[in-house]
């Protein structure tokens, strides 16, 4: 069985995250950067999968500028098998991502898609369901616990108020989240393998699609900081200023 | 043209979160028409019905829908979406789910999230965990929205809509429903609630967190909430994780105990009306965006409060 896994590098999930003074953006240059990190618990997911016997082929891939190549060799790390990167500089959103990763899938025929449930850039949460639809796949986002029996995933779901259990033949697509797993630490030999290891490589159009994005971005701004608070000093005046001043109680 | 707005419910009652996400759609400017896709859910459309500003709720009932699934519900829509320049949801656990489904079918980039509406083409939403809201335009000709309903004030329910039943396709069940496993709690869920009582780290066990905070919860009729670390370390299941990649709340008042504040639990609250924040720690982020703050331990502090209230 072959998994493929999507991923994205994004700003460091510990960095504070700066609006350009223009409006136009974040912040990127000069800014540490790394796999999404719900990417990383897909491709932790994945290689499990792999150390377990039950996939033989873990492919990663990104879809990017060249430095997108710096995740792809993290996922080879952690121990995928191969890695492609389909080079592009120019912005992709979600349903741009997910027409490319189709056409992947269609070269590299996977059984299962494994991808994070949202990037933490722009926190869509939208490539996995739109790569389903795109492929008539079944889906199982927002995976808290995935098995594989044979042709079919049986997969847990964090929902709202609980979690539900679906099953599905393969293949399939499911979708990360935060309680799936814990990545590993990639080992410093594998590190070094991984860095001097080959990688696909494609491009957008040699794929032959449109990424045009359909968002205009008018502006990207600060919120309005709240009004700095008041510390009390017991709970008697905590409940008296609640019910007096905020009335709230 | 018409917006559809897709309701959400649980076969049984109509959430709240539709009644939120109305006000975001009637802000498009256009007829919103409601559909109420499910099995049994003659209710659901009564209840729908009276939601002010519609003006018709469309129903779809076919076993196939009765668990919201992402692919025969992403079917019904798409097999409808011809009558509407805008397909509108709530950001719930089934809106993430089916909402981009349809729209890549559609073949529309779904503006996912949306905070305000700024035109019918024009929205704000929040990236990077709320830490920069974008301004967005979109260019394509249906628009696929979800909408985050701490956002939006919920619309009155005081109209009486025409109902209809509308023609469902041999829908597709790829994917089987096996079980859910879903709390029974008497409080309120944690979306609709008033008041919310959230713990984090300091508590250490599973039993501190109930122990002290059950009592404080149920004295203010509120929901209880939690840090990531709390349940990461499982002091608290995950279903009331609140945060970036948890649930995002915007009640009256938010009382957070022993939490720190990691801007990822703070993307999930930040927009409580009032803040009230217990931490040992002077230092601690959280006190920065709380209206008010006490230092001190939550072991003692904690019940004293659910005892004074």
């Given at each position: 069985m072959k998994i493929m896994v999507a991923v994205k590098r994004v700003i460091d999930a510990n960095v504070r995250v700066k609006v350009k003074a223009d409006g136009t953006g974040v912040e990127t240059a000069n800014v540490k950067m790394a796999m999404n990190p719900f990417d990383e618990i897909a491709v932790e997911e994945a290689v499990r999968l792999k150390e377990k016997g039950i996939a033989e082929d873990v492919v990663a891939v990104s879809i990017g500028p060249a430095q997108a190549q710096d995740v792809l060799r993290t996922a080879l790390a952690m121990g995928a098998t191969r890695a492609v990167h389909v080079a592009t500089d120019a912005p992709v959103e979600p349903l741009a991502v997910a027409k490319v990763l189709k056409a992947v899938a269609e070269r590299e025929q996977p059984n299962l898609i494994v991808l994070g449930k949202?990037?933490?850039?722009?926190?869509?949460?939208?490539t996995g369901q739109m790569l389903a639809a795109l492929l008539d796949w079944p889906q199982a986002t927002f995976a808290s616990q995935v098995e594989i029996a044979g042709e079919t995933a049986r997969v847990t779901r964090e929902v709202d108020g609980g979690t539900q259990t679906l099953e599905m033949s393969l293949p399939a697509i499911v979708t990360t989240d935060l309680r799936l797993n814990e990545p590993r630490y990639a080992s410093l030999p594998n590190v070094m393998k991984a860095r001097k290891a080959p990688l696909d490589t494609l491009t957008v159009e040699e794929l032959g699609i449109d990424i045009t994005p359909r968002l205009k971005v008018l502006k990207v701004e600060t919120p309005p900081p709240r009004p700095a608070g008041v510390m009390v000093g017991s709970v008697d005046e905590l409940i008296a200023r609640l019910r007096d001043e905020a009335k709230v109680l | 043209m018409t917006t559809l707005l897709i309701a959400e419910h649980d076969n049984r009652t109509l959430s709240g979160e539709t009644d939120r996400a109305l006000t975001a759609a009637l802000a498009l400017g256009e007829p919103v028409d409601v559909l109420v896709a499910g099995h049994g859910v003659d209710e659901i459309a009564r209840q729908a019905a009276t939601l002010s500003g519609v003006g018709k709720v469309l129903v779809a009932d076919d076993a196939a829908l009765t668990h919201g699934l992402a692919e025969p519900l992403s079917q019904l829509i798409v097999s409808l979406a011809d009558s509407f320049s805008a397909l509108v949801a709530p950001a719930t656990a089934i809106g993430k789910d089916v909402m981009p489904r349809i729209a890549a079918r559609l073949d529309v980039m779904q503006i996912s999230d949306i905070i305000a509406v700024e035109s019918a083409t024009v929205f704000r939403r929040p990236i990077y965990a709320g830490s920069a809201i974008e301004t967005v335009e979109t260019t394509d000709s249906k628009r696929v929205v979800t909408v985050r309903t701490s956002a939006f004030d919920p619309a009155a329910r005081e109209g009486s809509a025409s109902i209809e039943t509308v023609s469902v396709p041999a829908l597709e069940v790829p994917a089987r429903f096996v079980s859910e496993n879903k709390s029974q709690s008497e409080r309120p869920d944690l979306g609709a609630a008033r008041v919310v009582v959230s713990g984090g780290r300091a508590f250490g066990s599973k039993e501190k967190f109930e122990e002290l905070l059950t009592p404080l919860a149920e004295k203010l009729g509120a929901a209880l909430g939690a840090s990531r670390v709390a349940v990461d370390s499982g002091?608290?299941?995950?279903?009331i994780q609140v945060g970036q990649t948890g649930r995002v709340v915007a009640p009256e008042l938010y009382i957070a105990c022993g939490i720190s504040g990691a801007i990822q639990h703070l993307a999930g609250?930040?927009?409580?009306?009032v803040i009230v924040a217990i931490n040992q720690d002077a230092e601690a982020p959280i006190f920065k965006i709380a209206d008010y703050g006490l230092v001190g331990d939550v072991f003692t502090l904690v019940p004293e409060l659910t005892e004074k209230l």
């Open positions: 949202q990037a933490i850039d722009d926190d869509s949460n939208q | 002091y608290a299941p995950n279903e609250m930040k927009n409580a009306k």
